[in-house]
């Protein structure tokens, strides 16, 4: 057993990557990104026209006004969550769908001293954390089939190739519910998060993503070679993939 350090987020370093990619099925890019200490995000919007491409890039745009602090309070995460709520509301209908995202990714935090991964999640994109080479799902989707599982109507097999596995049951905007999720998790140095879109985690599983994230210890290359896998699987929607790693200083 090795002692557990309490680590404040001035001993930490921090790295990221990450990529992006239409696909091969969709028209345009509706998936939206950002990765800059202390915040890491990314949003797959919906909607009509480009309403879903308005509404990722809101999204992401709120959160991004996080980069450059020290660290994230959880206070101010609630802030601009609700602040990307509220440009998302704004957005004029322009189709016969109304504008929404979800958005998944985490902040770095500071809790009495200790730096913290504060991940939150409103939809179906996912945020992983890989740990001593085993890969972890950290949020929950807000999905038709999560619940199913939940009820355990069906388990994850049948999940994955559910009919229903797209629709989901919270997002911002949309009409979906705003009801995010946050969890805390002390951060170890070697974490390294994987924040993806559905378009990423329905290409590949579980172990295919760990596999990869494994195997290449540079960020960006990671990023990279996630998306290209799931392109090389048919890449039926937007792909994105952020991965960011946490080192001692
Ligand atoms: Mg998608």
Redesign the pocket.
């Known amino acids: 057993m090795t002692e557990l350090h309490s680590l404040s987020v001035a001993a930490l370093g921090f790295r990221s990557g990450s990529a992006t990619d239409t696909g091969l099925r969709r028209a345009g890019n509706e998936?939206a990104l950002f990765a800059g200490f202390p915040i890491f995000v990314v949003a797959?919007g919906m909607g009509g026209h480009d309403a879903g491409e308005v509404a990722s890039a809101r999204a992401v745009e709120a959160f991004a006004s996080l980069a450059g602090a020290a660290h994230v309070s959880p206070a101010e995460l609630r802030a601009a969550f609700d602040g990307a709520a509220r440009a998302i509301a704004a957005i004029l209908p322009g189709g016969a769908r109304r504008a929404g995202t979800t958005v998944t990714g985490a902040a770095v935090a500071e809790i009495d001293g200790e730096a913290q991964w504060l991940v939150f999640n409103l939809g179906d994109s996912r945020t992983y954390r890989l740990a001593n080479d085993r890969l972890e799902q950290v949020s929950v989707d807000h999905s038709v089939v999560q619940e199913l599982v939940d009820e355990g109507e069906i388990d994850r097999a049948a999940a994955a190739v559910h009919p229903g596995r797209n629709i989901i049951t919270r997002a911002l905007g949309a009409g979906g519910v705003y009801r995010p999720d946050y969890w805390l998790l002390p951060i170890e140095p070697g974490d390294r998060l994987l924040l993806c879109?559905?378009?990423v985690s329905g290409e590949l599983d579980n172990e295919e993503l760990r596999a990869i994230l494994v195997s290449q210890p540079e960020a960006q290359t990671a990023s990279e070679l996630l998306v290209n896998a799931a392109l090389q699987r048919g890449g039926r929607?937007?792909l994105t993939a952020v991965v960011v790693d946490a080192f001692l200083l």
Do not use: E, L, Y
């Open positions: 998936d797959d879109s559905d378009g929607d937007n």
